[in-house]
């Protein structure tokens, strides 16, 4: 039996500051000029969710790696460390 | 909190943690921040850490309640197909005895959580919860402290080491480190596998506290750029799948859907059989290799550790170097305050002492490695598909003569890739670790 990406971050321990310290600065570029889009597949937490005519940014998973930051094609995404204290905090590590 | 320190240092982990306990041991008077909500919240390894080094910090590690998973007594490296692959380890009774410690596992949450409370006791002022977003500079640019996300949160320090690991935003705003390019990190995630300690004892044939790491390389991560590791904790295993950044962006695969792959994988699957996943967290690996190391060192400023990204991807070894990088950094700022001067000149020292040192040596030996497995692909793809395809002929036992078989393998290993890039391959990889 597969675990889903929900099932994985379920098992995390998140305080999740209402304010995002993800954004994509132009929502259009995503949907216009990026083709690949690989934000949707290498992001480990699934943060980047295609839907109907944009990419939500869900913020509250966030494992706080980075790779969006550089990886994106367009460099499309503001990214910053959560405010002190929130976030991910590993038990295990 | 305008108040005035002699070292402010970025990030708790190995390496601002080993520089804030020998320079507190040298009543240099310190301040540590964190961002996250304690020590180690935020960081992640495979979870390997070395022996040698802490005890050049921490001499008497041993006593002070070292919160270590297994002492490490075997190191196995795995070659894999889909269907298997090959086992090649090395386990020897001397480091469970008088090399006890040469390596060991721990899980990163407590062990620095640990490893910032011995420098608190020392007297480092450890803030964990503090995020650093920008450093304090003079008119001439020199580093003067850090601005943190606190409200009048300005530290100044007479010098800052930047220690805040291989993601690290800070490093790029303020230009210290450029940004990292994507073929430059690793993207890797980890589960940790509970199982009760006698299950993890029997199934890698060990006791009394020691354990074994696997490294695994092959196909096993979608024909990227990449590795796995298994390591056995007390109680539990960590299991980690990763690849280059970059490699991910352009094959489209999911990591939380390859560490799944990795689980089920016949090598692996039995080893965690029954076990349930703990934790998922996610992290890079400054994979860059020495060409991608910044300036070490300027006006008012070091840095040490991943943030100087400082990783032996071959020998799977980083904490040690940021341990070493942290130890000599703080080393360096000792004298530094001594001397009344802590310019880029009077700071020189640490690059000097770096590069004396096993950490730029053994960056330097291997700098072709990275480079060396993004353009041999066929190591994650054609190679252990032909490594199978010889391992199963010689181990069937079938009528058909070896000399027969050998030439099977020949014609299926040349049917894989050619003979030319089979020499090159073997010609570039032992330039890139000669």
């Not at chain 2, 920008?134 to 220690?163: F, K, N, P, Y």
């Not at chain 2, 560490?259 to 967290?281: D, T």
């Not at chain 2, 096993?358 to 032909?386: S, W």
Request: hydrophobic share 40%; charged share 25%; with cysteine.
């Amino acid at each position: 039996m597969t675990m889903k990406i929900e099932d994985k971050l379920f098992l995390d321990r998140f305080r999740v500051d209402e304010e995002s310290h993800l954004r994509i600065i132009n929502g259009q570029i995503c949907m216009t000029e990026c083709k690949g889009q690989p934000c949707l597949y290498f992001c480990p937490a699934n943060v980047y969710r295609l839907e109907k005519d944009y990419i939500s940014v869900n913020h509250e998973g966030c494992l706080e790696c980075g790779s969006c930051r550089i990886a994106c094609p367009h460099l499309n995404i503001e990214w910053r460390f959560p405010r002190g204290g929130y976030g991910i905090s590993h038990k295990f590590g | 909190m305008k108040e005035a320190f002699d070292v402010a240092i970025v990030g708790a982990g190995p390496a601002g943690t080993s520089a804030a306990c020998i320079l507190a041991g040298a009543g240099v008077k310190t301040i540590l921040f964190e961002r996250g909500e304690y020590p180690g919240a935020k960081n992640m390894s495979g979870g390997v850490l070395y022996g040698q080094e802490l005890a050049r910090v921490l001499p008497d590690f041993a006593e002070r309640k070292l919160p270590i998973e297994r002492n490490i007594i075997e190191s196995r490296l795995w070659y894999l197909s889909k269907e298997g692959g090959y086992n090649l380890g090395y386990r020897d009774a001397i480091f469970a005895t008088e090399r006890k410690h040469n390596v060991f596992t721990v899980g990163r949450a407590r062990f620095d959580r640990w490893y910032a409370e011995q420098a608190r006791q020392k007297g480092v002022l450890v803030v964990p919860g503090t995020v650093v977003v920008d450093l304090l500079r003079d008119g001439s640019g020199r580093v003067t402290g850090v601005v943190t996300g606190r409200a009048e949160g300005e530290v100044t320090a007479q010098v800052t080491l930047l220690a805040d690991g291989v993601n690290s935003p800070l490093a790029a705003l303020t230009g210290f480190r450029r940004e990292v390019k994507p073929e430059h990190v690793a993207l890797a995630v980890k589960e940790v596998i509970d199982l009760p300690a006698e299950v993890v004892d029997q199934r890698f044939g060990v006791s009394g506290g020691n354990g074994v790491t696997t490294e695994v390389l092959g196909d096993i991560v979608g024909g990227m750029n990449g590795v796995g590791v298994l390591y056995t904790n007390s109680a539990s295993i960590s299991l980690c799948i990763g690849a280059n950044l970059a490699d991910f962006a352009t094959f489209k695969l999911k990591p939380y859907e390859l560490i799944e792959e990795f689980k089920q994988h016949p090598m692996v699957a039995p080893l965690i059989a029954g076990g349930k996943s703990l934790e998922y967290v996610a992290h890079w690996l400054p994979e860059g290799g020495y060409d991608t190391i910044p300036r070490l060192y300027g006006d008012g400023y070091l840095i040490a550790g991943d943030s100087a990204m400082l990783f032996n991807a071959p020998h799977r070894e980083g904490s040690n170097l940021a341990m070493a990088s942290g130890r000599m950094a703080a080393e360096t700022v000792i004298e530094a305050l001594e001397r009344g001067d802590c310019s880029r000149k009077s700071l020189a020292d640490y690059g000097e002492r770096m590069a004396q040192s096993f950490v730029l040596q053994d960056m330097k030996k291997y700098r072709g490695f990275g480079p060396f497995l993004h353009h041999h692909k066929e190591i994650f793809n054609e190679l252990p598909r032909a490594a199978t395809f010889a391992g199963r002929e010689m181990i069937t036992v079938n009528g058909v003569s070896k000399r027969e078989k050998q030439k099977l393998i020949f014609r299926n290993a040349r049917k894989e890739t050619s003979l030319l890039k089979y020499l090159k391959l073997l010609w570039s990889g032992w330039r890139a670790v000669k």
